[in-house]
């Protein structure tokens, strides 16, 4: 008698795990990015922090999670890249000059952290956002933004703390596609902003 294929049951259908996540984000330029790297090594050793650190070429600042799925979404590619686009915002400085944790998960990030309030970065990512939200991407669009730049995730919760400012000059978007659970990031698309 031949076997029968397992039922699925309704829980099943359109359960597949999430393996590529789409997110855009600006990062350091070379200068910036060896100097987050002093300091998260320094704050490590200070404060004794021995989990995983982020990679020097991963370093980061999100500005929206445009969200985690089982293979990339052309409709959602589509739609983040007519977003962006569609910016014509101006390059801007960003600096970054405390540090802390962020204490909603078990691994706490370990964050440098910029300025908050109606600053330049701040005003970037409500204009991304509103372009987002132009193109059906409502959901990725989360208010309450805090500039950061994850450094390390350990369990120990630092207070925040001052440290040397680190700065550089936003000149560029970056669409970026990450495998879950992998290390490596890949470049989907890159806009310059306005000069």
């Not at 704050?43 to 999100?62: E, Q």
Request: glycine residues 8%.
């Amino acid at each position: 008698m031949p076997s029968t294929p397992a039922q699925l049951s309704f829980a099943d259908l359109g359960q597949s795990k999430p393996t590529d996540r789409l997110f855009f984000a600006i990062f350091p330029d070379l200068a910036a990015r060896e100097a987050i790297v002093r300091v998260a090594a320094e704050v490590s050793a200070r404060h004794g922090l021995r989990g995983k650190g982020v990679a020097p070429d991963r370093l980061h600042v999100t500005l929206h999670h445009l969200g985690d799925f089982a293979g990339l979404p052309q409709a959602v590619l589509d739609a983040a890249e007519r977003a962006a686009a569609q910016l014509e915002e101006p390059c801007f400085d960003i600096v970054f000059d405390r540090v802390g944790s962020f204490a909603a998960r078990e691994q706490k990030p370990c964050v440098l952290l910029a300025a908050q309030g109606d600053t330049p970065v701040q005003r970037f990512q409500r204009a991304l956002g509103d372009r987002l939200i132009a193109n059906g991407q409502s959901a990725a669009v989360k208010r309450g933004f805090i500039p950061h730049v994850t450094l390390r995730y350990d369990r120990t919760l630092l207070p925040t703390e001052a440290v040397a400012a680190i700065g550089w000059n936003v000149r560029e978007l970056i669409l970026v596609h990450s495998l879950i659970g992998k290390s490596g990031y890949r470049e989907l698309g890159r806009w310059p902003l306005r000069s």
